[in-house]
Protein backbone atom coordinates (compact mmCIF):
# COMPACT_ATOMS: atom_id res chain seq x y z
CA UNK A 1 0.00 0.00 0.00
CA UNK A 2 1.18 3.44 -0.95
CA UNK A 3 1.23 6.13 1.79
CA UNK A 4 -0.80 8.29 0.72
CA UNK A 5 -3.46 5.62 0.46
CA UNK A 6 -2.82 5.13 3.97
CA UNK A 7 -5.60 7.81 5.04
CA UNK A 8 -8.33 7.17 2.85
CA UNK A 9 -8.40 3.45 2.80
CA UNK A 10 -11.33 2.29 4.80
CA UNK A 11 -10.63 0.53 8.08
CA UNK A 12 -12.76 -3.15 8.69
CA UNK A 13 -14.44 -1.18 11.08
CA UNK A 14 -15.47 1.28 8.06
CA UNK A 15 -16.41 -1.33 5.82
CA UNK A 16 -18.63 -3.48 8.54
CA UNK A 17 -20.18 -0.14 9.23
CA UNK A 18 -21.12 1.09 5.41
CA UNK A 19 -22.09 -2.29 4.81
CA UNK A 20 -24.55 -2.30 7.43
CA UNK A 21 -25.57 1.08 6.34
CA UNK A 22 -26.71 -0.35 3.21
CA UNK A 23 -30.66 0.37 2.42
CA UNK A 24 -33.59 -2.05 1.01
CA UNK A 25 -33.64 0.58 -1.89
CA UNK A 26 -29.59 -0.17 -2.00
CA UNK A 27 -29.72 -3.56 -1.98
CA UNK A 28 -32.34 -3.49 -5.07
CA UNK A 29 -30.10 -1.06 -6.78
CA UNK A 30 -27.12 -3.36 -6.21
CA UNK A 31 -29.10 -6.24 -7.60
CA UNK A 32 -30.59 -4.76 -10.79
CA UNK A 33 -26.58 -3.72 -11.22
CA UNK A 34 -25.74 -7.44 -11.31
CA UNK A 35 -28.45 -8.61 -12.93
CA UNK A 36 -27.46 -6.17 -15.96
CA UNK A 37 -23.85 -6.95 -15.63
CA UNK A 38 -23.42 -10.54 -14.77
CA UNK A 39 -24.77 -11.43 -18.88
CA UNK A 40 -22.28 -13.29 -20.54
CA UNK A 41 -19.82 -13.90 -17.02
CA UNK A 42 -19.50 -16.53 -15.34
CA UNK A 43 -22.20 -15.68 -12.38
CA UNK A 44 -25.33 -17.39 -13.14
CA UNK A 45 -27.05 -15.52 -10.14
CA UNK A 46 -27.51 -11.32 -9.40
CA UNK A 47 -27.26 -12.73 -5.68
CA UNK A 48 -23.85 -14.11 -5.93
CA UNK A 49 -22.36 -11.09 -8.21
CA UNK A 50 -23.58 -8.70 -5.60
CA UNK A 51 -22.90 -11.04 -2.49
CA UNK A 52 -19.13 -10.95 -3.82
CA UNK A 53 -18.48 -7.59 -4.75
CA UNK A 54 -20.35 -6.18 -1.29
CA UNK A 55 -18.01 -8.91 0.87
CA UNK A 56 -14.60 -7.58 -1.35
CA UNK A 57 -14.22 -4.50 0.60
CA UNK A 58 -14.50 -6.33 3.61
CA UNK A 59 -12.00 -9.28 2.93
CA UNK A 60 -9.59 -6.31 1.68
CA UNK A 61 -9.35 -4.51 5.04
CA UNK A 62 -9.12 -8.30 6.59
CA UNK A 63 -6.14 -8.25 4.53
CA UNK A 64 -7.41 -11.26 2.48
CA UNK A 65 -7.50 -10.22 -0.62
CA UNK A 66 -10.23 -8.24 -2.38
CA UNK A 67 -10.75 -4.79 -3.29
CA UNK A 68 -10.32 -1.85 -0.95
CA UNK A 69 -12.74 1.25 -0.73
CA UNK A 70 -11.37 4.56 -0.24
CA UNK A 71 -13.43 6.81 1.76
CA UNK A 72 -13.15 9.29 -0.76
CA UNK A 73 -15.37 7.28 -3.12
CA UNK A 74 -19.09 6.73 -2.32
CA UNK A 75 -19.35 3.57 -1.14
CA UNK A 76 -22.35 2.80 -3.80
CA UNK A 77 -20.25 4.32 -6.42
CA UNK A 78 -17.64 1.67 -5.40
CA UNK A 79 -20.02 -1.78 -5.22
CA UNK A 80 -20.92 -0.65 -8.45
CA UNK A 81 -17.26 -0.29 -10.04
CA UNK A 82 -16.57 -3.75 -8.21
CA UNK A 83 -19.88 -5.09 -9.86
CA UNK A 84 -18.07 -4.16 -13.11
CA UNK A 85 -14.51 -5.51 -12.50
CA UNK A 86 -15.99 -8.74 -11.11
CA UNK A 87 -18.29 -9.61 -13.66
CA UNK A 88 -15.26 -8.76 -16.30
CA UNK A 89 -13.12 -10.72 -13.86
CA UNK A 90 -15.69 -13.46 -14.33
CA UNK A 91 -16.03 -13.11 -18.13
CA UNK A 92 -12.30 -13.14 -18.74
CA UNK A 93 -11.66 -16.64 -16.38
CA UNK A 94 -14.52 -18.54 -17.73
CA UNK A 95 -12.81 -18.69 -21.18
CA UNK A 96 -9.44 -19.77 -19.64
CA UNK A 97 -11.09 -22.29 -16.84
CA UNK A 98 -12.47 -23.96 -20.06
CA UNK A 99 -8.84 -23.50 -22.11
CA UNK A 100 -7.16 -25.11 -19.25
CA UNK A 101 -9.78 -27.84 -18.55
CA UNK A 102 -9.18 -28.65 -22.57
CA UNK A 103 -5.46 -28.77 -22.02
CA UNK A 104 -5.45 -30.34 -18.74
CA UNK A 105 -7.65 -33.30 -20.60
CA UNK A 106 -4.68 -33.66 -22.74
CA UNK A 107 -2.22 -35.05 -19.62
CA UNK A 108 -2.00 -38.22 -20.49
CA UNK A 109 -0.71 -38.37 -23.50
CA UNK A 110 2.61 -38.73 -24.67
CA UNK A 111 5.27 -35.46 -24.52
CA UNK A 112 5.21 -34.88 -27.97
CA UNK A 113 1.54 -35.39 -28.43
CA UNK A 114 0.94 -32.85 -25.18
CA UNK A 115 3.41 -30.13 -26.93
CA UNK A 116 1.56 -30.30 -30.64
CA UNK A 117 -2.16 -30.24 -28.10
CA UNK A 118 -0.80 -26.81 -26.42
CA UNK A 119 0.33 -24.88 -29.19
CA UNK A 120 -2.89 -25.94 -30.73
CA UNK A 121 -4.81 -25.09 -27.71
CA UNK A 122 -2.65 -21.35 -27.20
CA UNK A 123 -3.27 -20.84 -31.19
CA UNK A 124 -7.08 -22.17 -31.72
CA UNK A 125 -9.93 -21.46 -29.01
CA UNK A 126 -11.18 -24.45 -27.61
CA UNK A 127 -14.69 -26.05 -28.94
CA UNK A 128 -16.22 -24.75 -25.55
CA UNK A 129 -14.51 -21.26 -25.40
CA UNK A 130 -15.81 -20.70 -29.57
CA UNK A 131 -19.21 -22.09 -28.36
CA UNK A 132 -19.25 -19.34 -25.37
CA UNK A 133 -18.63 -16.95 -27.01
CA UNK A 134 -21.02 -17.97 -29.49
CA UNK A 135 -23.26 -17.87 -27.16
CA UNK A 136 -22.32 -14.73 -25.33
CA UNK A 137 -22.55 -13.13 -29.52
CA UNK A 138 -26.04 -14.76 -30.01
CA UNK A 139 -27.47 -13.27 -26.61
CA UNK A 140 -25.97 -10.34 -27.24
CA UNK A 141 -27.63 -9.35 -31.08
CA UNK A 142 -31.40 -10.56 -29.31
CA UNK A 143 -30.89 -8.22 -27.18
CA UNK A 144 -29.72 -5.30 -29.48
CA UNK A 145 -32.33 -6.36 -31.65
CA UNK A 146 -35.09 -6.39 -29.06
CA UNK A 147 -34.13 -2.96 -28.42
CA UNK A 148 -34.33 -1.68 -31.70
CA UNK A 149 -37.60 -2.89 -32.12
CA UNK A 150 -39.02 -1.97 -28.89
CA UNK A 151 -37.96 1.63 -29.45
CA UNK A 152 -38.34 1.58 -33.44
CA UNK A 153 -41.30 4.45 -32.53
CA UNK A 154 -39.08 6.49 -29.76
CA UNK A 155 -36.90 9.11 -31.32
CA UNK A 156 -35.08 10.14 -28.40
CA UNK A 157 -33.87 6.64 -27.21
CA UNK A 158 -33.24 5.87 -30.57
CA UNK A 159 -30.72 9.18 -30.52
CA UNK A 160 -29.25 6.99 -26.97
CA UNK A 161 -28.92 3.75 -28.85
CA UNK A 162 -27.21 5.17 -31.51
CA UNK A 163 -25.15 7.87 -29.20
CA UNK A 164 -24.22 4.83 -27.61
CA UNK A 165 -23.14 3.17 -30.53
CA UNK A 166 -20.90 6.34 -31.30
CA UNK A 167 -19.51 6.18 -28.38
CA UNK A 168 -21.00 9.68 -27.55
CA UNK A 169 -21.14 11.09 -23.89
CA UNK A 170 -24.04 12.69 -22.81
CA UNK A 171 -23.70 15.92 -23.66
CA UNK A 172 -23.37 15.31 -27.03
CA UNK A 173 -26.30 12.93 -27.67
CA UNK A 174 -28.02 15.82 -26.12
CA UNK A 175 -26.65 18.56 -28.15
CA UNK A 176 -27.05 16.17 -31.66
CA UNK A 177 -30.87 15.40 -30.62
CA UNK A 178 -32.12 19.25 -29.19
CA UNK A 179 -33.21 16.80 -25.96
CA UNK A 180 -33.20 18.81 -22.79
CA UNK A 181 -31.23 17.31 -19.94
CA UNK A 182 -34.64 16.16 -18.42
CA UNK A 183 -35.47 14.82 -21.88
CA UNK A 184 -32.25 12.89 -22.09
CA UNK A 185 -32.15 11.48 -18.88
CA UNK A 186 -36.05 10.04 -18.98
CA UNK A 187 -35.28 8.66 -22.00
CA UNK A 188 -32.27 7.11 -20.71
CA UNK A 189 -34.40 5.40 -18.13
CA UNK A 190 -37.10 4.21 -20.08
CA UNK A 191 -34.09 2.51 -22.34
CA UNK A 192 -32.45 1.29 -18.93
CA UNK A 193 -35.51 -0.77 -17.80
CA UNK A 194 -35.92 -2.35 -20.96
CA UNK A 195 -32.48 -3.39 -21.33
CA UNK A 196 -33.02 -5.01 -17.54
CA UNK A 197 -35.59 -6.77 -18.64
CA UNK A 198 -33.89 -8.32 -22.15
CA UNK A 199 -30.75 -9.01 -20.76
CA UNK A 200 -30.19 -12.60 -20.18
CA UNK A 201 -29.42 -14.25 -16.90
CA UNK A 202 -31.44 -15.77 -14.36
CA UNK A 203 -32.62 -13.27 -11.98
CA UNK A 204 -35.32 -13.68 -8.97
CA UNK A 205 -38.30 -10.67 -8.00
CA UNK B 1 -20.98 -4.77 -36.92
CA UNK B 2 -18.06 -6.98 -36.38
CA UNK B 3 -18.23 -9.13 -32.86
CA UNK B 4 -15.26 -7.03 -31.25
CA UNK B 5 -16.97 -3.43 -32.05
CA UNK B 6 -20.73 -5.83 -30.87
CA UNK B 7 -18.97 -6.93 -27.39
CA UNK B 8 -17.36 -3.07 -26.88
CA UNK B 9 -21.00 -1.67 -27.62
CA UNK B 10 -22.71 -3.79 -25.37
CA UNK B 11 -20.42 -3.01 -22.77
CA UNK B 12 -20.71 0.62 -23.17
CA UNK B 13 -24.67 -0.52 -22.87
CA UNK B 14 -24.27 -2.54 -19.45
CA UNK B 15 -21.83 -0.02 -18.31
CA UNK B 16 -24.37 3.21 -18.99
CA UNK B 17 -27.42 1.86 -17.40
CA UNK B 18 -25.34 0.76 -14.04
CA UNK B 19 -24.88 4.75 -14.31
CA UNK B 20 -28.67 5.53 -15.41
CA UNK B 21 -28.79 3.20 -11.96
CA UNK B 22 -26.22 4.64 -9.81
CA UNK B 23 -27.86 8.49 -10.66
CA UNK B 24 -31.67 7.19 -10.17
CA UNK B 25 -33.17 8.53 -7.20
CA UNK B 26 -34.51 6.43 -4.24
CA UNK B 27 -38.14 6.69 -5.04
CA UNK B 28 -38.06 5.93 -8.79
CA UNK B 29 -36.02 2.78 -7.30
CA UNK B 30 -39.11 2.24 -5.39
CA UNK B 31 -41.12 2.91 -7.84
CA UNK B 32 -39.94 0.95 -10.70
CA UNK B 33 -39.29 -2.14 -8.31
CA UNK B 34 -43.55 -2.06 -6.96
CA UNK B 35 -44.31 -1.76 -10.97
CA UNK B 36 -42.14 -4.60 -11.99
CA UNK B 37 -43.54 -6.63 -8.87
CA UNK B 38 -39.75 -6.82 -7.29
CA UNK B 39 -39.87 -7.92 -3.61
CA UNK B 40 -37.37 -5.32 -2.58
CA UNK B 41 -37.63 -5.79 0.80
CA UNK B 42 -36.97 -10.10 0.23
CA UNK B 43 -34.10 -9.14 -1.72
CA UNK B 44 -32.52 -6.96 0.72
CA UNK B 45 -33.01 -9.95 3.89
CA UNK B 46 -31.89 -12.14 2.05
CA UNK B 47 -28.66 -10.56 0.88
CA UNK B 48 -28.07 -9.21 4.39
CA UNK B 49 -28.25 -12.78 5.52
CA UNK B 50 -26.21 -13.91 3.30
CA UNK B 51 -23.46 -11.36 3.74
CA UNK B 52 -23.53 -11.46 7.49
CA UNK B 53 -23.19 -14.97 7.41
CA UNK B 54 -20.12 -15.00 5.31
CA UNK B 55 -18.78 -11.83 7.58
CA UNK B 56 -18.66 -14.15 10.57
CA UNK B 57 -16.81 -16.98 8.43
CA UNK B 58 -14.25 -14.31 7.53
CA UNK B 59 -13.65 -13.47 10.92
CA UNK B 60 -13.62 -16.69 12.34
CA UNK B 61 -10.61 -17.27 9.64
CA UNK B 62 -9.13 -14.81 10.78
CA UNK B 63 -9.08 -15.75 14.06
CA UNK B 64 -7.99 -18.75 13.56
CA UNK B 65 -5.58 -17.98 10.89
CA UNK B 66 -4.03 -15.68 13.96
CA UNK B 67 -4.49 -18.02 16.36
CA UNK B 68 -2.37 -20.67 14.32
CA UNK B 69 0.77 -17.92 13.86
CA UNK B 70 0.69 -17.43 17.29
CA UNK B 71 0.73 -21.19 18.43
CA UNK B 72 3.56 -21.10 16.06
CA UNK B 73 5.46 -18.80 17.28
CA UNK B 74 4.93 -19.85 20.81
CA UNK B 75 6.01 -23.33 20.07
CA UNK B 76 2.35 -24.87 19.40
CA UNK B 77 2.53 -24.68 22.99
CA UNK B 78 -0.75 -23.50 25.15
CA UNK B 79 -1.25 -24.60 28.77
CA UNK B 80 -3.97 -26.37 30.32
CA UNK B 81 -6.40 -23.17 31.43
CA UNK B 82 -8.43 -22.57 34.39
CA UNK B 83 -11.28 -20.15 33.25
CA UNK B 84 -13.93 -18.62 35.51
CA UNK B 85 -17.11 -19.65 34.88
CA UNK B 86 -19.15 -19.60 31.92
CA UNK B 87 -21.64 -16.96 32.10
CA UNK B 88 -18.49 -14.58 33.44
CA UNK B 89 -16.30 -15.77 30.37
CA UNK B 90 -18.95 -14.65 28.54
CA UNK B 91 -19.30 -11.02 30.07
CA UNK B 92 -15.40 -10.87 29.72
CA UNK B 93 -15.42 -11.94 25.96
CA UNK B 94 -18.37 -9.62 25.40
CA UNK B 95 -16.88 -6.47 27.16
CA UNK B 96 -13.29 -7.20 25.44
CA UNK B 97 -14.57 -7.21 22.00
CA UNK B 98 -16.91 -4.31 22.23
CA UNK B 99 -13.47 -2.45 23.96
CA UNK B 100 -11.30 -3.67 21.20
CA UNK B 101 -12.85 -3.50 17.86
CA UNK B 102 -9.16 -2.73 16.44
CA UNK B 103 -8.46 -6.38 17.37
CA UNK B 104 -10.53 -6.64 14.06
CA UNK B 105 -12.18 -10.17 16.26
CA UNK B 106 -15.80 -9.59 15.57
CA UNK B 107 -18.55 -10.08 17.97
CA UNK B 108 -22.17 -9.99 17.04
CA UNK B 109 -24.68 -9.67 19.31
CA UNK B 110 -27.78 -12.24 19.26
CA UNK B 111 -25.36 -14.86 17.77
CA UNK B 112 -26.15 -18.37 18.73
CA UNK B 113 -22.19 -19.63 20.35
CA UNK B 114 -21.74 -22.99 21.94
CA UNK B 115 -19.90 -23.00 25.71
CA UNK B 116 -17.49 -24.76 23.08
CA UNK B 117 -17.25 -21.80 20.95
CA UNK B 118 -17.81 -19.10 24.18
CA UNK B 119 -14.20 -20.85 25.77
CA UNK B 120 -12.39 -20.81 22.71
CA UNK B 121 -12.93 -17.27 21.93
CA UNK B 122 -12.10 -16.57 25.60
CA UNK B 123 -8.52 -18.86 24.91
CA UNK B 124 -8.23 -16.91 21.51
CA UNK B 125 -8.15 -13.44 23.50
CA UNK B 126 -5.90 -14.03 26.07
CA UNK B 127 -3.46 -15.44 23.18
CA UNK B 128 -4.01 -12.05 21.76
CA UNK B 129 -2.95 -10.22 24.99
CA UNK B 130 -6.75 -9.07 25.04
CA UNK B 131 -7.84 -11.06 28.06
CA UNK B 132 -5.24 -12.08 31.22
CA UNK B 133 -6.54 -14.76 33.15
CA UNK B 134 -5.92 -12.35 36.48
CA UNK B 135 -8.79 -10.43 34.95
CA UNK B 136 -10.57 -13.16 35.42
CA UNK B 137 -10.89 -12.42 39.36
CA UNK B 138 -13.06 -9.37 39.23
Same mark, same amino acid.
Given at each position: ??????????? $??????????????????????????????????????????????????????????????????????????????????????????????????????????? %???????????????????????????????????????????????? =??????????????? %???? %???????????????????? | ?????????????????????????????????????????????????? $???????????????????????????????????????????????????????????????????????????????????? =????
Amino acid at each position: MQPDELGTVAS $IEEVAQAIQSLTDVDYGRLYAAAAIKMSGSGYADAGDLVNDAVLSPYRAALGEGGRRWKRTVSFMAFLFMTIQGLASDSRRSAAHRLTDSHRQSGRDDDDEDQDAFE %TLAVATPSVEVTALNEERQVARRRVMERLQEHFKDDPEVQWIMLGLEE =DKGPEEIQELSSMTE %TQYE %TARRRWRRALEKLVPGRRRS | MSEDKASALFARMQDAALEDLLQASDQEILKEAAEDGKDLRGIAAALRER $IATEMAQARRSRLVKAREQLDARRGSYRAARVRPPLQQLKQIVTETLRNAPAAGVAFREGQRLTEADWQSMYDDLIDLDLVHPH =DDDR
